[in-house]
């Protein structure tokens, strides 16, 4: 069945660099594309990037240049790495399937809680 | 970006309730709109898409509807496990954009 899993830190120091590593089975990373969207506590879902089934990225343009996707298809992973992280990124981090049939997402990962200490 | 503006923010309804949350595009989005579903701790799930289609295993409870702007998410019959937060989301125009949430709670 398809599943996605993110690992990562718990907790990322003021101005480091967030790395995440998203884990996907049951389905190919050639094949659909990957996304990540982050919630804060109590807040909304915000959509940060995402990776296409062919290998290019796409990146909301509120996270600048600080974030980076790639993948490794031979493991099935997408990885997130952001820099010059602030309290503000303190948040949940899903990665989640984008469906077939449109810029929906259909499958998400149990996500990680990222907290940016100072 | 497209604004999503969600109402209300919070309600709770009765058991066997009908229950109606509204989504406001700042432009048409042509019913490019999903909802989820968000219970406490979880990751969101995909109720509705295309504004209402139904998302396969999703009780038919559940229904989606609307045009333009203006959408619309109603459960016929609240039933204690949709004690949850609800989110649209609109696909229409990059990048995808996110409604705040309405919390429902059981009364």
């Known amino acids: 069945q398809v599943q996605l899993k993110e690992t990562g830190p718990d907790l990322v120091q003021l101005t480091q660099t967030l790395s995440i590593t998203c884990t996907v089975s049951g389905f190919s990373l050639t094949t659909y594309n990957v996304h990540w969207v982050r919630q804060p506590p109590g807040k909304g879902l915000e959509w940060m990037g995402a990776m296409w089934n062919g290998g290019g990225t796409d990146y909301n343009s509120a996270f600048k240049s600080r974030l980076s996707i790639s993948r490794d298809t031979s493991k099935s992973q997408v990885f997130l790495k952001m820099n010059s992280l602030q309290t503000d990124d303190t948040a949940k981090y899903f990665c989640?399937?984008?469906?077939?049939?449109?810029?929906?997402?259909?499958?998400w990962g149990q996500g990680v809680m990222v907290t940016v200490s100072s | 970006d497209i604004q999503m503006t969600q109402s209300p923010a919070s309600l709770s309804a009765s058991l066997g309730e009908t229950v109606s949350i509204e989504c406001l595009a700042s432009e048409g989005i042509s019913n490019d709109l999903a909802w989820y579903q968000q219970k406490s701790g979880k990751s969101p799930q995909l109720l509705i898409y295309a504004a209402s289609r139904l998302q396969d295993g999703v009780p038919s409870r559940f229904s989606g509807s609307g045009s333009g702007t203006r959408y619309s998410l109603k459960i016929s019959g609240m039933q204690p496990e949709d004690e949850a937060d609800y989110f649209c989301?609109?696909?229409?125009?990059?990048?995808?954009?996110f409604g705040g949430g309405t919390k429902l709670e059981l009364k």
């Open positions: 989301q609109q696909s229409y125009k990059y990048p995808p954009t």
């Open positions: 989640a399937r984008q469906a077939y049939y449109g810029y929906y997402f259909d499958y």
